[in-house]
Nanobody
Framework: VQLVESGGDSVQTGGTLTLTCSVS?????????????IGWYRQAPGKEREGIAC????????FYADSVKDRFTVSSDNVRNSVLLQMTNLKPEDTAIYYC???????????????????WGKGTRVIVSS
């Protein structure tokens, strides 16, 4: 499984941004796709990596960290074989490098996504200025 993030940019406080995680190695909606989960993570300068959202194809559910709940939305784009992270009401503390990652069953449930996943992209930078 390979993942490539895109969409990072510089925005002002209160702005919106959508990140894309392009996935290869399995086809959304195809055979076996429900054995995967996709997580979104971020790492701010000087801070530890934080798991912020997860989409479980196994259970058809999404999960969010408290820090982004009600502001960020994760969804799948089956046409583009991608997972989107729509970010609204951005704050300076959202400034970070954002990564997507994938894991297979049983970790596809997202139950342990905040610990980490097996396959990672290289990240995309988001800067939120006040």
């Amino acid at each position: 499984v390979q993942l490539v993030e895109s969409g990072g940019d510089s925005v002002q406080t209160g702005g919106t941004l959508t990140l894309t995680c392009s996935v290869s190695g399995f086809t959304f909606g195809g055979a076996g796709f429900d054995g995967y989960g996709i997580g979104w993570y971020r790492q701010a300068p000087g801070k530890e990596r934080e798991g912020i959202a997860c989409l479980s194809f196994t259970h058809g559910r999404t999960f969010y960290a408290d820090s982004v709940k009600d502001r960020f939305t994760v969804s799948s784009d089956n046409v583009r074989n991608s997972v989107l992270l729509q970010m609204t009401n951005l704050k300076p503390e959202d400034t970070a490098i954002y990564y997507c990652a994938a894991d297979a069953y049983p970790y596809s449930s997202c139950a342990t996504y905040q610990i980490g996943m097996s396959h990672w992209g290289k990240g995309t930078r988001v800067i939120v200025s006040s």
